[in-house]
């Protein structure tokens, strides 16, 4: 008779038997690997919009001031970082929904593009890593940028044709 007991549970480790909720994959920035949540992709893709927009008009200062093929080159120059980083952002937003990274390119088909934004990521470990840690207050307060500046643009485009409007017929009120 044996003196091992046959009922005994394993007293081996388990490799794949993780706590998910405390494992949190590190933000590679430059880098197509891994996850990022979609609150992330919005605040990095409205930062780097606006990294753009700051580049472009440095080299647009720039270039008045020497010639206009030198503020062509340097968008251009601007432009390139910027692409490559939507794109390997995109690819993180695709994993986090544990899709390949090729889907990345179903967003420029216009409003399928939405999904990456309204589409939540997959919870705790997929295929391509563990999710992404949480949002911080910088992360909520630059994807905020976003809605706020829609919101300003529609009331521009509602608001200026009504006062070029009003200040045409107090014009035209002032002749008479």
Not at 100 to 122: A, D, E, K, R, Y
Request: aromatic share 10%.
């Amino acid at each position: 008779m044996s003196a091992v007991n046959p009922y005994q549970p394993p007293t081996a480790h388990v490799q794949d038997a993780e706590d998910d909720g405390a494992a949190v994959q590190p933000i590679r920035l430059w880098s197509s690997r891994g996850r990022i949540g979609r609150l992330r992709f919005l605040a990095y893709g409205v930062g780097a919009y606006l990294v753009l927009a700051v580049a472009c008009g440095v080299a647009v200062g720039l270039g008045t001031l020497v010639s206009p093929v030198l503020t062509g080159l340097l968008i251009f120059a601007a432009l390139v970082p910027y692409a490559v980083f939507c794109v390997l952002v995109g690819i993180q937003r695709s994993h986090d929904m544990g899709w390949s990274g090729w889907t990345m390119l179903l967003m420029f088909v216009p409003l399928v593009g939405l999904i990456w934004v309204f589409n939540g990521g997959t919870p705790g470990r997929n295929d391509y890593g563990a999710p992404p840690p949480p949002n911080t207050w910088g992360v909520r307060l630059l994807a905020l940028i976003l809605p706020v500046i829609m919101v300003i643009g529609i009331l521009a485009a509602i608001a200026l044709p009504a006062y070029q409007d009003y200040v045409k017929r107090a014009q035209a009120k002032q002749v008479h």
